[in-house]
Every structure is written in C-alpha cells, then in structure tokens.
C-alpha cells in the first residue's frame, strides 16, 4: 500500500515508521488512545500490540479504560445498528454508541464495582497510572479467566495513564469512593484519534524544556485520525505545526494517515506482527 496514493500510501508508511521504532533500543513508544476503540472492537488489537512490545506506554482516555474493565468482567457490547430508535432504546435501558448496543443497567454495576475497588485500596492518593496499575491487579484477582487491555498492561509492565480520569465512568466510581479517601491525581508516539491523549503525550517535550532538558522534540510519530486541520482543533493539526512548539523534532520520520482507526489499526497490527519484526525489550512481570 506504500506504493499507492492517497491515505492507503500513507497507511502503508506508517507501517514503515512503525518498524523502525520497533527497531531502535533506545526509542520508547507513546500511544495516545482516544475514541470509543473498546467499544468498536479493538481491544484484541490493542492487546496484541502490547504483547509484542510494540507499545512501551499507552495515554488512554478514561471511557475506553472503563469500557475494557467492562469486557473483563464480562460484561459486554453488541453489534447494533446506527438507525434506531433512540428513545425507545432509552426505555429499554440500551445505550447507544453509534452502532453499538450496551445495557446501562450493566455500566452501573461497573461503576458499584470501581467504587468498592477504590474502597479496598483506601486511603490512597495517588497518579492515574498507579490508580491503573492496581486495578488491573485487581480484576485479575477477582476474574482470572478475564482478558482486557488492563490486564495485559500490568503482565507486561506497561504503565496506562488517564490524564481526564474523571471525565469516564471511573470517575463516577472514584465519586462515589472519594468520601471514603480515595483521590486520584492528573498526572504531571502513536496516535489513535487525538484529544487530551495526543496533548498529554505531547507536552512531555514542552515540561522537558521548562527544566531545561532540551530533548530536540519526539524522535518519530504517527497519527490515525479523521479530523482535518483546517479546523483548528488538536485531533487533526499537523505534526508539522507541532514543530513550532517544539514538540516534534524537524527531522523525525513522520506520518499522519486521515483514516478511521478501526480500519488502520487491525490492518498495521496484521503487517507487524506478519512482518516478524521483534523487540527484545522488558520481560513479562509473571509468565502469559
């Protein structure tokens, strides 16, 4: 696909960039999670891309971290369909997500066992990713036969954070906990979609130079996304804007490819893992 035109050519270059961060030992790779990829089926993906190492740190939107706690204690989504009736899913207690189906009776049993989760660990203050880290502890305690993104991150020691923790369901959960001592803090490159991800990821280079850590800007970087930027809005501006911040670095081998993610991410996943290309980075914190 690198040698067609359009978005395919640039779905095909990603590959290319990709492989050679998967390549460089001293490159540690970013993935900015944004959008409602759980839902629309990608956690098998996402988890595939952590278990070959090749995402070291994902930056996740709380929705999609509490739609994969969902998965993991069974509670699940379901095909749907785009045209239907929205007040009459609203009496049946179905919640839409475009063309996924979920049962909003289910999500509050979600967000009761969040809070009682939060209560076991009280007192605690802490970041996002600790908050994470132990929840997947958790869930694997409380369903071993369990499978979610969480839980693959805590076997294979890669650190999830949630800078808008509070702008999910886990944050309901952490409402109702908070009086009983629970506080979460907002924590002081792959791009899926852009929001408070793509930003988080970004001002790493930007508090860098605050201390005088001048760092050059990312050393690569890749962004599926659907948003233009002519628009003015941060999910579709430029790598190339993102320069004259100094949030990535002139020379980086860089590509944004203007496609829903649901289609570019099992494509990009497929080519790397039938690539065979390796990484031989940390060991699993217990065997799969």
């Known amino acids: 696909m690198s040698r067609t035109g359009f978005q395919g050519r640039k779905l095909g270059e990603s590959l290319g960039v990709w492989t050679r961060m998967v390549e460089d030992p001293d490159c540690t790779i970013f993935m900015g999670l944004s959008g409602a990829m759980i839902p629309a089926g990608m956690q098998n993906v996402l988890i595939?891309?952590?278990?070959?190492?090749?995402v070291d740190v994902l930056v996740?939107?709380?929705?999609?971290?509490?739609?994969?706690?969902?998965?993991?204690?069974?509670?699940?989504?379901?095909?749907?369909?785009?045209?239907?009736?929205?007040?009459a899913l609203f009496e049946e207690g179905i919640d839409r997500i475009y063309d996924v189906f979920a049962y909003e009776e289910e999500f509050r049993s979600v967000d009761a066992e969040i809070?009682?989760?939060?209560?076991?660990?009280?007192?605690?203050?802490?970041?996002?990713?600790?908050?994470i880290r132990r929840l997947g502890d958790w869930l694997c305690k409380q369903r071993p036969e369990g499978r979610s993104l969480i839980a693959t991150c805590v076997e294979y020691d890669v650190p999830i954070f949630i800078p808008a923790l509070g702008d999910s369901s886990i944050g309901i959960g952490l409402v109702m906990a908070r009086r009983r001592g629970v506080d979460v803090d907002v924590d002081q490159l792959i791009y899926v979609g852009g929001g408070v991800p793509k930003n988080f990821i970004q001002q790493t280079q930007v508090i860098a130079s605050i201390h005088e850590q001048h760092l050059g800007g990312h050393a690569y970087a890749?962004?599926?996304?659907?948003?233009?930027?002519?628009?003015?809005?941060?999910?579709?501006?430029?790598?190339?804007?993102?320069?004259?911040?100094?949030?990535?670095a002139p020379e980086s081998p860089r590509v944004q490819c203007f496609c829903d993610a649901t289609i570019a991410l099992p494509l990009i996943t497929s080519a790397l893992?039938?690539?065979?290309?390796?990484?031989?980075?940390?060991s699993p914190r217990r065997e799969a």
């Open 115 to 131: 809070a009682r989760f939060a209560d076991e660990i009280a007192p605690f203050r802490g970041s996002s990713r600790e908050f």
């Open 60 to 87: 996740s939107t709380g929705a999609n971290i509490f739609h994969d706690t969902c998965e993991h204690l069974g509670v699940r989504h379901y095909i749907g369909h785009h045209h239907a009736d929205d007040a």
């Open 48 to 54: 595939e891309l952590v278990r070959h190492r090749y």
């Open 273 to 282: 893992i039938g690539s065979g290309v390796e990484r031989a980075r940390r």
């Open 222 to 248: 890749i962004q599926y996304t659907t948003d233009a930027p002519h628009w003015g809005g941060l999910s579709g501006c430029t790598f190339e804007e993102a320069i004259s911040w100094g949030k990535e």
